[in-house]
């Protein structure tokens, strides 16, 4: 397709074309015969008036007045004569001055622009392609995911249906082809029989036909694809689906577990193997205003702070950190440990409002999953929305707008000691978070954000959690792409595994440096026996061949490569 006659014939080949082809060949046609007609005309009339003048002539003077140059060097002197110039540039300016180019853009340049774009667009990757991740669907969030998985190393393929949209991503730098979700051959070209996985992440009956076209060409492939209705995963499994997640009720659970628990501190945030990462607010409990040093929680509990989320911005916490009531901390160790801490902070809990409903606004699908895991914990709870809604949640109904300070005084405001604000729209989750901060300095204000790019202008806007749907997406689909080499926790919080190599071998932990050179966390450590230690002791020496494992941000774990070498990689 990069040669001009290549072009051609692929333009030619399309029947919309060869019918628009017709339309202007009529068109041309007619405005020639008209042409012909008028030059006619003007050697009759010129006769007429006595003068002579070649047939070339009259089609030269037809143009002139058609086009509206208007030379002036024929004239007719008669009123005959000046009335037919008249008609002739009237319908001059109609048909070659509006519609004939109307008509030439609209039947053969736009047509043409398109084939050509179409031509550019690549519709297949390399033969020899393999190893690579085929995302199909060009959403912001599927975007998230592409971003997150370059990040680390795996290569990605966006699948589009349009040719305009396949050359923005090529522009913006993915890589991506144009080709029908439902053909076969679109996913011969993918080369998916040599993919490390393919992810739908579509509507459910759209998602359906991409696993089951792609199942059909690829009977071993990984197939991950999103379901927004449980009645989907049944379906979509029998259509050949290597595993079914519905995001939106993993971040309603995920919102609901992360309230003020005065039982349990500390939710569970994952695990990874023997490791149980968990997160508490550090909101009401005496360690407020006490420093890291002095909290006593490593003795008490055997647990590790590996770092504190403060609004939204994750640190990791040094001897003499304070901590403040709009911390939250990240705890790692064993479940033993992780109940140790449970019962530890337990005991300080100011218990003041323990008693109050908390609050939900929003009544969609995370809204919904969100109240059921607070019925399931069995904790009291309000659901604000605009509409009644019915099933278990009709007894727990205020209905009305959130920004209305009635509906929300009647839903218990001034003395919740949580709300949960799960609504599909960023601007409205923002408006509602700074509304809420307004009216309770202390409560606890846990926000769902749908783009990454608006977690830092919603903790900005008062909320003390805010969890990404595109991340719970991008965390998702990478521990199943690398199981066991790599956790995403949240908001680009990894846990992640490295062999000890020459440059730290010898080395104490305690004066590695790794902390304090790139704040990441070393939370365990397996020895060459292959036996597990959770928070190793600090003073213990590394040896050359042992497997680290360490929290950090994305950009702790880069720096952490970058000095120490990348000796665990992600892969398939």
Known sequence: MKYLPSQIVFFLQQHSVRRNLVFLTRFLLMLVTLIAF??????????????????????????????????????????????????????????MLIMLPFTFVQFFYAPWLKAQEKGHTPRAIPQDAKGHVIVVSTSPIALNLVDELQEYGARCVILCTESGKTLDLLDQGYEAIVGEHDSSTTYENLRISRAAMLVALDSDVRNTNIVFTARDVSPDVPIVSSAQSEDAIDILQLAGCTKVLRFHKLLGEALARRILNFNMRFSVVSRFKELVVAEGPVMRTELVGKSLRNSGLRSATGANVVGLWERGKFVMPQPDTVFTATMVIVIVGDMHQIQAANRYLGKDVVEASQDAPVIVIGCGRVGLVAARQLERSKRKYVVVDKSAKGGFVKNHMVTGDAADLEILEKAGIRAAPSVIITTHDDDTNIYLTIYCRRLREDIQIISRATLDRNVGVLHAAGADLVLSLASMVSSSIINLLAPGKVLMINEGLNIFRSAVGKSLAGKPLMGSGIRSSTHCSVVALRNKEGILHANPD?????????????????????????????NMTITS
């Open 38 to 95: 008028y030059s006619v005309i003007f050697h009759l009339i010129m006769n007429h008036e006595g003068q002579h003048y070649s047939w070339l002539t009259g089609v030269y003077w037809t143009l002139t007045v058609m086009s509206t140059l208007g030379f002036g060097d024929i004239t007719f002197t008669s009123d005959a004569g000046k009335l037919f110039t008249l008609i002739v540039l009237v319908s001059g300016v109609i048909l």
């Open 538 to 566: 600090p003073k213990h020496i590394f040896e050359e061949g042992e497997e680290l494992s360490l929290i950090g941000d994305s950009r702790s774990e880069k720096t952490f490569y970058e000095k120490y070498g990348k």
